[in-house]
């Protein structure tokens, strides 16, 4: 499957933790980006954080110090640890992978999102 899949969504009480997965399973011989947005309803879709593929991340000033986002290579997976969750958390949660120009040869040029999976936090 192209689109990348993720998992782990659900409820959660202000203040306590949830753990998303994202597999990605094409490509897996490519270098290639995996994000995290997200989008709250009547919002805009809001990035969250990036791992670049090799050994770097970026976050937004928003999550920062409270998400975490961490890569499994072999396993084209990419997770992002929740902690500290407040109200103002609860979103639709999206998956993003991006190929470029640098993924390699045969790799896509594009990018996929994931169906997304729903967080909830009650307080």
């Known amino acids: 499957q192209v689109p990348p899949v993720e998992s782990g969504g659900g409820s959660a009480q202000a203040g306590g933790s949830l753990r998303l997965s994202c597999v990605a399973s094409?490509?897996?011989?490519?270098?290639?980006?995996m994000s995290w947005y997200r989008q709250a309803p009547g919002k805009e879709r809001e990035f969250l954080a990036l791992?670049?593929?090799?050994?770097?991340?970026y976050y937004a000033d928003s999550v920062k110090g409270r998400f975490t986002i961490s890569r499994d290579g072999p396993a084209n997976t990419v997770y992002l640890q929740m902690d500290s969750l407040t109200p103002e958390d609860t979103a639709m949660y999206y998956c993003?992978?991006?190929?470029?120009?640098?993924?390699?040869?045969?790799?896509?040029?594009?990018?996929?999102w994931g169906q997304g999976t729903q967080v909830t936090v009650s307080s």
């Open positions: 993003q992978t991006t190929f470029t120009s640098g993924s390699g040869p045969g790799c896509p040029k594009t990018t996929y």
């Open positions: 791992h670049d593929g090799i050994n770097r991340t």
């Open positions: 094409a490509y897996t011989s490519c270098i290639y980006s």
